[in-house]
């Protein structure tokens, strides 16, 4: 169970911090230096590290041709990195690695929200989100690279497992989500994607 104050301080804001619990509960690690290392589809064991360092050090000797993923949100390490040198300790550092994971799952959600026309619906969430684990997992998204494409930006409706049950609770910050929309009237649907926030470009 991750520390409330810890996802309160770390994560990334535009998550609500049932969303990032279940996140790392689908996906990491309670260990903060738990790295996984995946080769042409096979776990590779490794000895467990014992401080950052030798962490870091272990991600840097297992990352070429290899998939390692690492932390408490198990990041998949060198994404937008030229050389092994340039991996920090910070990768294993609770708060940073909490921060920087949830900041690419709030990504890969909008990813996910935008290819199915940004949705305002809440019931349509729980396949988002299950969608957007799997695309964590895989790297991949309908054929395209999640960790390397553009962010699309734009809020997505968020409705957890949790809140549900709490709905009574949820209400208070609810219509801060997506204070623009208007119901789209059964006849108007269309092509859902409303192009009018991001000045027309596609």
């Known amino acids: 169970m991750l520390d409330a104050a810890l996802i309160m301080e770390c994560a990334d804001p ?19 230096l738990a790295i996984t290392v995946k080769s042409g589809g096979r776990l590779i064991l490794i000895p467990k590290p014992k401080t950052p360092e030798e962490a870091i050090e272990m991600v840097r000797e297992n990352i070429a041709g290899s998939i390692v993923r690492v932390g408490l949100t198990q990041i ?14 910070d990768l294993v550092d609770p708060c940073a690695n909490l921060r920087i994971g949830t900041g690419m799952f709030a990504k890969i959600l909008r990813i ?13 969430f729980p396949q988002l989100f299950d969608d957007a684990i799997h695309a964590w997992q895989t790297g ?14 734009g809020a997505v409706v968020q409705r957890s497992k949790v809140e549900v049950e709490n709905a009574d609770n949820a209400e208070d910050d609810a219509p ?4 623009e929309e208007t119901p789209i ?13 991001i000045g027309g470009q596609k």
């Open 14 to 32: 535009s998550l609500k911090p049932a969303i990032v619990e279940q996140f790392v509960q689908a996906v990491g690690s309670d260990d903060p």
């Open 76 to 89: 998949p390490a060198g994404i937008g990195v030229k050389d092994a040198s340039e991996l920090k300790v």
């Open 112 to 124: 996910v929200a935008k290819w199915y026309g940004n949705p305002t619906s809440e019931e349509v």
């Open 140 to 153: 991949k998204f309908e054929g395209e690279s999640v960790f390397q494409a553009e962010d699309p930006d």
């Open 176 to 179: 801060s989500e997506i204070p």
């Open 185 to 197: 009237k059964p006849n108007d649907a269309g092509i859902r994607i409303d192009l009018t926030r």
